[in-house]
């Protein structure tokens, strides 16, 4: 597992081998593992950032299925008890859809707090 990826790298497949990538939205990714420092370019054990087995688990399952949109169904089903709940600013900042207002400067209005505040706190990291 490598993430959250900020930028391309290669990579090769041997002959029959198989790739199924999950793209995060958001704040998703942090959601899932949690705040956890996780070095960047470097391939950790997912089982180390949730305490449980669930992905041995989840590649078994996946493996049985042939069908990607099967898979894929089966991942979101498998994530929903992971994902931690949005907490009330990034939910505002990820659901920010007026283009000609600063998202920032909206949701410090909306939350009595300042624009450095919103900029600074961690979910700011997470988008």
Not at 35 to 44: D, G, L, R, S
Not at 77 to 92: D, G, H, V, W
């Amino acid at each position: 597992m490598i993430g959250p990826v900020k930028q391309a790298f290669d990579y090769s497949l041997p002959p029959n081998a198989e790739i199924l990538t999950v793209n995060f939205k958001d704040d998703a990714f942090y959601r899932f593992f949690g705040t956890t420092a996780i070095a960047e370019h470097v391939p950790m054990n997912p089982e180390d950032l949730v305490n449980e087995d669930c992905f041995n688990i989840l590649w078994h399952e996946l493996n049985k299925m042939t069908d990607t949109n099967t898979r894929v169904n089966h991942i979101l089903k498998f994530s929903e008890p992971y994902l931690a709940n949005r907490n009330k600013i990034a939910e505002q900042l990820a659901n920010f859809k007026e283009q000609s207002l600063n998202p920032i400067k909206s949701v410090a209005s909306q939350n009595s707090q300042t624009e450095r505040n919103i900029a600074q706190q961690r979910m700011r990291k997470s988008f």
